[in-house]
């Protein structure tokens, strides 16, 4: 009974040291990817006049992603800038005066954004839609 005891103390132990000595391996496969979220927003908001306002916070976007708008806003002839802030505060934007925003902009190299619209008109401008990116 004893030596059969002992027999199947020795076994576990035996098998747990052995298990606790096997290499671990990471590998990458090649042409692997990453996949990031997008993320969707509503957009309601009433923009002050000659101003550029950030509409989001600090968004991490890599080389060939895309910021969606797509939006209407009222008076519907102002005139107003959709596009993003880059890391160095450069505001890089698409025009619309016909009140209907359907737009997307592709980011040329991977960077932090940050989403932003300008009214480049003497009075508070209000836009409603979507944001994508």
Known sequence: MKRNRLAAVLLSVSVLLSCSFLPALAAETPGSEIIISRVSGRLEHSFPANIVTPIS??????????????????????????GYLDSENVF??????????????????????????????????????????
Not at 92 to 119: C, K, P, W
């Open 57 to 82: 916070s600090t968004v991490s976007l890599g080389k060939g992603e895309t910021i969606t708008y797509d939006c209407t806003y009222t008076p519907r002839y102002s005139s107003l800038d959709f």
């Open 92 to 133: 890089h934007y698409q025009n619309f005066t016909n009140g209907i925003v359907d737009t997307s902009i592709e980011i040329s190299q991977r960077g932090q954004y940050r989403l932003a619209i300008r009214n480049n008109e003497n009075y508070a401008v209000a836009i409603s839609g979507t944001v994508k990116y």
